[in-house]
């Protein structure tokens, strides 16, 4: 089974969880950031998993604009989503951030993996304001591991019962 991970990040939570997940998956699993993803290459792959992340209420505009002009297509294929934000958060609210509703509805599995802080990303207030919370180790958030865990293990699910 040939599966794309095609996604967008703030923060770079997003590439990194990307890749924990590429990692954990028992089959082929290309990365394509969405700045380099074009529309044909959706059908070259079984499943594709779209990720972003949600950061201070910001989204990535560029995935939104790829899921738009997409959308048809997309709606076509099996298709799994996640998002990289604050788990305090409800996932339905985190979801509706990134992704249109009609592809929430579609999708085959949906989770929230939550973040990490780097305080070289962001404009210099940004970057500031985190490298406070990461000297005064103010609760920081994670990525959270078994979320990853648990999205790899029902693709993984979705291989092994695959027919060809």
């Known amino acids: 089974m040939k599966i794309a991970i095609i996604y ?35 059908l070259k792959y079984n499943l594709i998993i779209l990720a972003g992340s949600s950061y201070n209420s910001k989204v990535q505009t560029s995935l939104k604009i790829y899921i738009s002009r997409n959308i048809k297509t997309l709606l076509e294929k ?16 985190n979801l509706n951030k990134v992704f249109t509703k009609e592809l929430i509805e579609s999708s085959l599995i949906s989770s929230n993996f939550g973040y990490e802080l780097d305080s070289s990303i ?25 979320e990853i865990k648990k999205y790899a293990n029902f693709i993984n699910n979705l291989i092994e019962k695959r027919v060809d």
């Open 122 to 146: 962001g404009n210099f207030i940004e970057r500031r304001k985190t490298k406070k919370l990461i000297e005064n180790n103010e609760n920081l958030p994670s990525l959270n591991i078994e």
């Open 78 to 93: 099996p298709i799994g989503l996640y998002v990289n934000s604050d788990e305090n958060l409800s996932i339905e609210d």
């Open 8 to 42: 967008s990040t703030l923060i770079d939570s997003t590439e990194k969880s990307a890749l924990l997940l590429k990692e954990l998956i028992n089959s082929d699993v290309l990365l394509i950031p969405v700045e380099k993803a074009k529309s044909e290459c959706i």
